[in-house]
């Protein structure tokens, strides 16, 4: 079991270094493993990632399908502590609002069992209307798990709460949580992943809310993601880009989705080995575009690899065999705002990693992220920051670049 203090001091050191924390939500001990092996921060042992494991929804894990709390300690003390062995934070899933524990003593049990933290899941925050005002009334709401982070705080456990808006945010920071992780819903993607999700823009709008409460409150609580709109790498990316958060939690995005299509597939592989008739590669190019791949995803990929020149939307939409204007609505809906408007944010924060990164003339900047024109690299960049990039620079005063200082 690792010290609060200790995991505090760790994470930031690896913010300073890496730039960011990513924490997997797991359901047995192999993903912790992989976990340990791709570099996580730390792992949440949770009802869901067990419910996945099974081949269910994360919503099962909401559900009283069993004890989620003792359904937590049975496959995480079995499974997920002991291999991890002190290599990473274990946190406990508790269902905060579950009427048949006693909250300090369980919190005793908790540590007893080598765990280093808590955090409130499965959430009453998923839960709205009548069902939620039922909850509440019935003293099984949301106070539970802010008064369970507060009693973790005081044993000097390790926290990270998840929150769904701003009130939950200030609330949880006043109860001396680490971490406030801006929960943005069910996540997105694979064959188990919610259909109805808020857009990339709608989720930066909503995390901005949140976090904007913690620093009035806790300014030294941690802030990251889960969630919502982030399924991908360039959809983390863009909420980087867009938010301060300093780090993502994955349960789906980094078990569930990866696993569906690699077994999916490789199954289907072996399965068609020799008949060339499957060949997939073939079958693509005489589909076309449009049977296989997902066009928003396309889009981003696509300016994700070449950000940095010319990039003409009407023949991405020639390439995707649709229609400009279908591809530009379908697009518009699912990331929140327009093209023109995600090219200029995914340059503008390309600009602000490379300027993090070492001294390049600004002029340079502009030109390697894609504008020809310094001026409305310039302008752009002042409208999506607020800051114009001379000012911006200027704020990065204390950072330490690998090379020589270069003349603007």
């Known amino acids: 079991m690792l010290a609060r203090e200790q995991i ?16 997997v939500a797991a359901g047995n001990g192999a993903v912790a493993k992989y976990a340990i092996q791709g570099g996580a921060d730390f792992i949440l042992a949770l009802t869901s990632g067990r419910f996945r494991q099974m081949g269910r929804s994360s919503l099962a894990g ?13 496959f995480a003390v079995q499974e997920i502590v002991p291999l991890v062995e002190g290599a990473l934070p274990v946190l406990f899933g508790l269902c905060a609002s579950d009427p048949t524990i006693h909250p300090e003593r369980y919190m005793d049990k908790i540590i007893g ?19 939620r005002e039922a909850l509440e009334e019935a003293g099984l709401g949301y106070r539970n798990e802010i008064e369970a982070i507060r009693i973790a705080h005081r044993k000097n456990l390790f926290t990270i709460a998840f929150v769904f808006d701003g009130e939950q945010a200030e609330q949880m920071a006043a109860a001396g949580a680490d971490v406030i992780c801006a929960n943005l819903g069910l996540t997105k993607g694979g064959e188990l992943g919610a259909k109805k999700v808020l ?20 300014r030294h609580a941690l802030k990251i993601l889960t969630g919502g ?11 980087y880009d867009n938010t301060p958060a300093v780090g993502y939690v994955g349960g789906s995005s980094l078990e569930r989705i990866p696993s569906e299509q690699f077994i999916t597939d490789r199954i289907i592989e072996f399965k068609d080995t020799g008949d060339s008739r499957k060949d997939k590669l073939l079958q693509k190019m005489l589909d076309g575009v449009q049977k296989h791949y997902d066009y928003v995803e396309f889009v981003k990929e696509y300016v994700s690899e070449n950000y940095m020149n010319e990039i003409s939307f009407h023949e991405l939409a020639l390439v995707a065999h649709v229609s400009r204007t279908y591809l530009s609505t379908l697009f518009k809906r699912t990331v929140g705002c327009t093209f023109p408007e995600y090219l200029a944010k995914f340059r503008i924060g390309k600009s602000i990693e490379i300027m993090k990164q070492r001294r390049v003339p600004l002029s340079e900047i ?10 409305h690299f310039s302008k752009t960049f002042k409208k999506i920051t607020g800051l114009s990039p001379k000012e911006f620079r200027s704020s990065l005063s204390g950072t330490t670049f690998p090379s020589e200082p270069l003349p603007e």
């Open 366 to 375: 502009s030109n390697l992220v894609g504008f020809n024109d310094y001026a």
């Open 8 to 23: 505090a001091d760790r994470l930031r050191a690896r913010i300073r270094t890496s730039g960011h924390l990513i924490g």
């Open 229 to 239: 709109p982030i399924s991908t790498p360039l959809d983390l990316q863009y909420m």
């Open 62 to 74: 909401m559900l009283p399908f069993a004890n989620g709390n003792e359904l937590v300690m049975q």
């Open 199 to 218: 857009s990339l823009e709608a989720g930066v709008r909503l995390a901005n809310q949140i976090f904007s409460r913690v620093d009035e409150t806790n």
């Open 113 to 131: 069992h080598g765990f280093s933290g808590i955090t409130n899941y499965p959430s009453v925050g998923v839960i709205d209307g009548q069902l």
